[in-house]
């Protein structure tokens, strides 16, 4: 039996005197809705989640204690298709937080036309602290406590922030014996033995990636002279680095959540990556064989690092980075949000009044959801593609969208971030209404 919460939010969608981070991120549909035409009853359904589950998942510790840990599913709307979107293991997970991922998923998917609708789970937990027979049993657990509100054709897991391809296939596996046959598609981002998809791991940022390459030139910014710091060295950042830094971009500074590293001349990124892998701290080495020296670099806060006078300014970490209180310092030209939520409505005032472009969330690191549908395709016609068919249709899809979001920005003379939430409400209002039913109900004789 599932501990099923209905949606007792009696709040409307933007209450300016709720301080949840839902509140503050869906005051950016606020904005969208002035230039939209869609139905009361779209924007009605819109205002809140369909379903959200909380669970206490008990796990057995390797010392024989029983810790219970607290996990959340959310899918904020399905009317696209099943319900998409991660699952993360953080120690700050919290409902709201979920919640608010959910929509943010919603949105992407809309965005990017995939025939998804939009959810989000977490754990909240601090996975550092756990053993990796803990942290599997914790992941099994989280499968027996969700197993009846998901499904391959109701809502599908992924990745996120502190959970990876070896977790997707403990969850592939668990949900599998619950339902006694093989469910490959109720998760991506699996392992590729266990029908995971060719270029997954690397999605999220070469499909940024992509988005970088088509905007950037119409500011005819030209790679060899476009600084970047990049704030995260996760899967995402460190991948998104290492892209920039063979397309010819100065990668200037990168951080993890212990701090961050600061070298004007430019920061020879798989030597990094490599120091950051084998000591799990960043340094800004130099390494031939198995020789490395510590190249001359400044030590940096992450806040340090938001503030670098820098061309581009990528934040690949959390949500709430930049904000009201830190967004005036902010000098780069333009921000490529690869995290989900780093910038926020009050900071996204703040950074508009200075000229800085902000590309969003949702547009910007769609590349990994974008490969984890072709994951499920590949899964449900058990037929699977080669790297470069994958790679060859994230990039025509990414670039798709990028140009009519731009379009729609161009069109309206407004910033690119309302005009993506404007091109996927667009897209989920047309689906709301197709499903609605106030046409029975408005006939008067
Ligand atoms: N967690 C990623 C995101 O926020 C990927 C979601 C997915 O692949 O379903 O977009």
């Not at 897209?427 to 006939?443: C, H, N, P, Q, V």
């Amino acid at each position: 039996m599932v501990n099923t919460i209905s949606v007792p939010n009696t709040q409307t969608f933007v209450d300016k005197n709720q301080t949840s981070l839902f509140a503050s991120v869906s005051q950016r549909l606020e904005k969208a809705l002035k230039y939209v035409a869609i139905s009361e009853d779209a924007i009605a359904r819109l205002r809140y989640p369909k379903a959200s589950l909380s669970v206490s998942i008990p796990v057995r510790m390797d010392d024989g204690s029983l810790r219970v840990f607290s996990g959340y599913r959310v899918r904020y709307d399905d009317t696209r298709g099943p319900g998409k979107g991660g699952v993360r293991y953080h120690p700050k997970v919290s409902l709201d937080e979920v919640q608010s991922l959910a929509f943010w998923m919603t949105f992407k998917c809309a965005l990017l036309d995939l025939p998804f609708g939009g959810a989000k789970g977490g754990v909240t937990v601090n996975p550092k602290e756990l053993s990796k027979s803990e942290l599997e049993r914790l992941s099994r657990g989280y499968i027996d406590a969700i197993a009846d509100f998901i499904g391959v054709d109701v809502d599908i897991l992924a990745p996120d922030v502190y959970t990876n391809s070896t977790i997707m296939g403990w969850m592939m596996d668990e949900y599998s014996t619950i339902k006694r046959h093989l469910c490959r598609g109720v998760v991506t981002g699996k392992p590729l033995t266990i029908g995971g998809s060719q270029g997954r791991d690397t999605a999220t940022a070469t499909g940024a990636f992509h988005v970088m390459q088509t905007f950037l030139p119409k500011f005819d910014r030209v790679p060899e002279e476009t600084t970047v710091a990049i704030q995260g060295f996760g899967n995402a950042g460190a991948t998104l680095a290492e892209l920039l830094a063979k397309a010819g971009y100065k990668i200037v500074a990168v951080s993890d959540s212990q701090g961050g590293i600061y070298a004007p001349q430019g920061l020879d990124i798989p030597s990094v990556r490599e120091h950051k892998n084998s000591r799990r701290q960043i340094k800004a080495v130099y390494c031939q064989d198995s020789v490395c020296s510590i190249v001359e670099h400044q030590t940096i806060t992450n806040q340090e690092l938001l503030a670098l006078d820098v061309d581009v300014l990528i934040p690949a970490a959390l949500e709430n980075q930049i904000t009201a209180a830190n967004a005036a310092d902010v000098k780069a030209k333009f921000i490529f949000e690869v995290a989900n939520g780093p910038v926020t409505t009050e900071a996204d005032r703040i950074l508009q009044a200075k000229g800085v472009r902000v590309f969003p969330d949702i547009l910007v690191n769609a590349g990994g959801v974008t490969v984890s549908y072709f994951e499920w395709v590949q899964n449900r016609n058990g037929w699977y593609w080669t790297l470069e068919e994958v790679n060859q249709r994230l990039q025509t899809k990414m670039e798709t969208e990028a140009k009519k979001t731009w379009a729609i920005a161009q069109d309206l003379q407004i910033d690119i971030r309302t005009a993506a939430y404007i091109h996927g409400l667009n897209r989920l209002g047309e689906a709301l209404d197709a499903k609605g039913t106030k046409d029975y109900f408005s006939i008067r004789e």
